[in-house]
Structures are given as C-alpha cells and as structure tokens.
C-alpha cells in the first residue's frame, strides 16, 4: 500500500529544477564574461545579484586559468592584494578583508584570490 512514486524519466526531463536554471544563467555570464562584458553588463543580462555574478566570475576564471585581473580590478588594487595574500594566505577571505579594514570589497577580494590561485607560486 505504501508506494513510492517516482517520476519517469520523461517527466523528470520536462521538470525544469533549480540547478538547470543555474546552470544555464551560469554558462550565459561565462559566455559574457568570454566577450568582455563587464560585473554590472553580466548583472544586468542575466538578471542576478552582483555577489552571484561575481561568484560566477571567480569561477570563470578558475576554469579558465586567468591570472590577470585587470579587466575587473585596477592594478594597484591587485597589488596590494597581492601583498596581503602573501602574508595571510588564499584559504579565507576574511583575513584578507581584515587586513584591509572593510575597505576592500569580498567581490575584489574573490576575483583577485582567484586569479592568484591561477598564478605561479607566490
């Protein structure tokens, strides 16, 4: 008496979930970051927060193996970020976000540590 039910698989294709959607506004801002769209341009388009997009943007560049941030971050900026990175590290953000007394935003923050984890060695 107590049956399971379970979608079949036609169903479960015709069932758009909550990942595909994110998937595909995912793959949408890579393809805009790819044609050198800006955070506020990629924001705009695919209808996300700017903390989403630049989430989408670290991982951009992470599969992409950019170490230059120079599109998103001016280079001062990255050089100093840089600097801090040595002493406290890549792991957390906090540390660095310290370091810098709330001055330098997570977003900068994500998008500089990810382009160093993509450089050489520190």
């Known amino acids: 008496m107590d049956v399971k039910l379970v979608a079949t698989e036609s169903e479960q294709q015709r069932s758009p979930t909550a990942s595909s959607t994110m998937n595909s506004t995912k793959r949408r801002a890579f393809d805009l970051f790819q044609q050198g769209q800006s955070i506020d341009e990629v924001c705009q388009t695919v209808a996300r927060a700017r903390?989403?997009?630049?989430?989408?943007?670290?991982?951009?560049?992470?599969?992409?193996?950019?170490?230059?941030?120079?599109?998103?971050?001016?280079?001062?900026?990255?050089?100093?970020?840089?600097?801090?990175?040595?002493?406290?590290?890549?792991?957390?953000?906090?540390?660095?976000?310290?370091?810098f007394d709330g001055k330098v935003s997570y977003d900068q923050l994500r998008i500089a540590v990810a382009c160093l984890r993509n450089a050489a060695p520190m």
């Not at 193996?65 to 890549?90: E, V």
Request: net charge negative; proline share 4%; glycine share 4%.
């Open 51 to 99: 903390s989403t997009v630049t989430e989408y943007l670290a991982e951009f560049i992470a599969t992409h193996g950019i170490s230059d941030p120079s599109a998103w971050i001016d280079d001062d900026l990255f050089t100093r970020i840089r600097a801090a990175a040595k002493q406290h590290g890549t792991d957390r953000l906090k540390p660095l976000y310290e370091d």
